[in-house]
């Protein structure tokens, strides 16, 4: 019982933090100096989350002067695989 509590826990924060890095996703096409107040909001949630990403895919994006942060979406991925792993 106390493992399907924590699992249950653990999937609400990865929907929780999905869902953040989509509306920060999205922001970033309509406020791309991230000034309002829920881009500013979903960047303090999501970025814990993204920085090991971002730092596993930095020397590829500056090697190869991508101009799209990968990271979101290799967070995402990953959020994805472990939401799969708990049940």
């Known amino acids: 019982e106390l493992f399907y ?16 890095i989509l509306v920060h996703v999205v922001m970033s096409w309509f406020d791309p100096e991230g000034s309002s107040f829920i881009s500013v909001f979903t ?10 990403a971002r ?3 930095g020397p590829f994006q500056e090697r190869y002067g991508s101009p799209i942060d990968f990271s979101y979406l290799l ?13």
């Open 5 to 20: 509590l924590i699992a249950v826990t653990a999937k609400l924060l990865i929907f929780v933090v999905q869902s953040a």
């Open 43 to 52: 960047y303090y949630i999501c970025e814990p989350f993204v920085i090991p």
């Open 75 to 87: 967070t995402t991925v990953f959020l994805v695989v472990l939401e799969a792993l708990l049940f």
């Open 55 to 57: 730092m596993i895919l």
